[in-house]
């Protein structure tokens, strides 16, 4: 008897149940947007992945009570109808990897984090860079990219003296935080110094131009320090050379229909060859 009280309810409650999935359908699809600004990313992260296990839940039991539900026959056409994609699509994104945070590190009233998020269905993975600040209230999303078929070794550099987090990738550095932001598009390896030349946003199909800039490391990455270099152009890639017999740096803009070209020179003073490259007051 109890059972049979138990499954009346059901019946009868299946509409709220309907509106209230679509309503967490909804919620989910929004907060699952990359909006570029999230608050607590381990409990974000674990907030999502509540969701979606209460929505492929929520949808299974859903079309169950709608075979055995007293609402009109139309009503539940309607519910059916609307409730088969659902459930299916959230039972195919339930079948991923869940976005799970893979590195963490603090500098100074922020605290960065690093994920990755595995597709099953697919072979790609997607990693992102989140900072926050201390409270943990406001936190943005300032990187993402993907691979394919390939997790990468990576970790978190943070450099108190210059107050920078680097981001490094199989050991090479490919991106960088401090006064700006900054993806690493060429770097060159000089005895016990690391140089790189980064810019942000870096976007190789943009029309738009874009600002380099040219740093030196120790192979630590602390105390990096800012070259009086900066080139304003299109997307451009680079090549970094460092003569021995003139004992400085050379910095080309790469070519694959013509020879390199001299930009710049660092020794013993900073030099631009080309109208692009300019050398910023200190």
Not at 113 to 138: A, D, G
Request: charged share 25%.
């Amino acid at each position: 008897m109890r059972e049979c009280k138990v499954t009346e309810s059901i019946r009868r409650k299946s509409i709220y149940l309907a509106v209230f999935l679509f309503v967490l359908s909804a919620v989910y699809l929004v907060i699952s947007l990359d909006i570029g600004f999230y608050f607590y990313i381990p409990l974000f992260i674990e907030i999502k992945r509540i969701f979606l296990l209460v929505l492929v839940i929520g949808y299974l039991l859903l079309l169950s009570t709608i075979m055995i539900s007293n609402k009109g026959e139309i009503k539940r056409i309607v519910i059916f109808v609307v409730a088969i994609p659902f459930c299916a699509l959230f039972s195919i994104l339930s079948l991923d990897f869940p976005e799970k945070i893979v590195a963490s590190s603090d500098l100074g009233n922020r605290r960065y984090y690093i994920t990755f998020e595995e597709y099953l269905k697919e072979p790609r993975t997607t990693l992102r860079i989140y900072r926050c600040h201390t409270n943990q209230i406001r936190c943005d999303r300032i990187y993402k990219t993907m691979w394919v078929d390939w997790i990468p070794d990576i970790e978190m550099i943070a450099d108190k003296k210059s107050n920078e987090m680097h981001v490094l990738l199989e050991r090479t550095l490919f991106f960088a935080d401090g006064e700006s932001l900054r993806e690493i598009v060429e770097h060159e390896e000089v005895g016990n110094y690391y140089y790189y030349i980064s810019v942000y946003p870096y976007n190789w199909f943009s029309k738009d131009e874009h600002t380099y800039r040219l740093h030196k490391c120790p192979v630590t990455f602390i105390a990096c320090d800012q070259l009086p270099f900066q080139y304003t152009d299109m997307a451009t890639g680079f090549d970094i050379v460092f003569d021995e017999n003139a004992d400085e740096l050379k910095v080309y803009k790469s070519s694959y229909q013509a020879e390199d070209t001299l930009v710049y020179t660092f020794g013993a003073e900073a030099k631009c060859y080309v109208d692009e490259c300019s050398i910023p007051e200190e």
